[in-house]
C-alpha cells in the first residue's frame, strides 16, 4: 500500500506562484510508478494536470504546458508541482496519483486527499 499526502496549497493572487508537495510512504506494487497531479472545480470533471513516468518523461494538459513543472525527488519519495503565472482558472482541489501497476500513466489506484488552490483576479 502507498500512501499519499498533498501540502502546500493556499490562496494567491493572479499571475503569483504555488509549490504543491506530495509525500509518498508505503511500499508501491512495483518499482518506480508513474505518479501525477490531477485537479477538480466544483462542478467540473476531474482533470489530469501532469504525469511523470518511471524514466522522468513529463506531460502536461495543455492549459497548464509551459506554466507547470512536475518533478519526483526518488531520495526523499516526495512529486512536487511548481505552478507559476497562476490563472483564476487554476482555482481547484489538487490531487496527488500513483499507479499501483504499471500501466504507463494510464492508472492511478493511489490517491492523496488533496490540497485546495485558490487564485483570485
Known amino acids: 500500500q502507498v500512501q499519499l499526502v498533498e501540502s502546500g496549497g493556499g490562496s494567491v493572487q493572479a499571475g503569483g506562484s504555488l509549490t504543491l508537495s506530495c509525500a509518498a510512504t508505503?511500499?508501491?506494487?512495483?518499482?518506480?510508478?508513474?505518479m501525477a497531479w490531477f485537479r477538480q472545480a466544483p462542478g467540473k470533471e476531474r482533470e489530469r494536470v501532469a504525469t511523470?513516468?518511471?524514466?522522468?518523461?513529463?506531460n502536461y494538459a495543455l492549459s497548464v504546458e509551459g506554466r507547470f513543472t512536475i518533478s519526483k525527488d526518488g531520495a526523499t519519495n516526495t512529486l512536487s508541482l511548481q505552478m507559476n503565472s497562476l490563472k483564476p482558472e487554476d482555482t481547484a482541489m489538487y490531487y496527488c496519483?500513483?499507479?499501483?501497476?504499471?500501466?504507463?500513466?494510464?492508472?492511478?489506484?493511489?490517491w492523496g486527499q488533496g490540497t485546495q488552490v485558490t487564485v483570485s483576479s
Open positions: 496519483a500513483a499507479e499501483a501497476f504499471p500501466t504507463r500513466c494510464q492508472a492511478f489506484n493511489y
Open positions: 511523470i513516468d518511471a524514466a522522468g518523461v513529463t
Open positions: 508505503g511500499r508501491p506494487y512495483h518499482d518506480n510508478p508513474c
